[in-house]
């Protein structure tokens, strides 16, 4: 990995927690709106984005209020919905696998380490129902003005 592409890797983590952190009172809690995740779209456009978010959320997730097991679960689902939406060919679908993905983990971690007096279906839910408000809400805008822009973006193409 040459020098532009960590420099690339290393704003997008930056940019994550500089979201996620300006915004904090929505990312953490069962029903989250964290503003960071409209980066999540990202892979869709460079596979440098992908270990980009892993970094950032494990930064991020280092003051979460699950602690080491948001700093670990909350990360993997990144990582895994970050592979998954790299492989999306579909503008429309590339904000689903974080959907899926961080409501499935996120929502089993809060019910199982969170303490929280909410079922695990529902916290699935509720988490979901955030993620999808930042991924298609903001993300599908995100995607529009970063296709525009594609020619002077620092990646290139995928």
């Known amino acids: 990995m040459n020098t532009k592409n960590i420099t690339i890797v290393a704003m997008i983590a930056a940019i994550y927690v500089l979201l996620t952190y300006l915004f904090a009172p929505l990312s953490f809690n069962y029903i989250q709106f964290r503003i960071s995740e409209v980066l999540t779209v990202l892979p869709f456009f460079t596979r440098l984005a992908i270990p980009g978010l892993f970094i950032g959320t494990i930064l991020s997730n280092l003051l979460s209020p699950v602690g080491i097991y948001d700093v670990i679960f909350g990360s993997l689902a990144t990582l895994i919905a970050a592979y998954l939406t790299s492989k999306t060919k579909n503008r429309y679908l590339a904000p689903l696998p974080p959907v899926i993905v961080n409501a499935v983990i996120i ?51 995928k």
Do not use: T
């Open 107 to 157: 929502g089993v971690l809060l019910g199982v380490v969170g303490g929280l007096p909410v079922s695990i279906p529902w916290l699935m839910l509720y988490v979901g129902i955030g993620e999808l408000g930042v991924c298609y809400l903001l993300g599908i805008p995100f995607i529009f003005l970063l296709e525009r822009y594609r020619s002077v973006l620092p990646w290139g193409s």
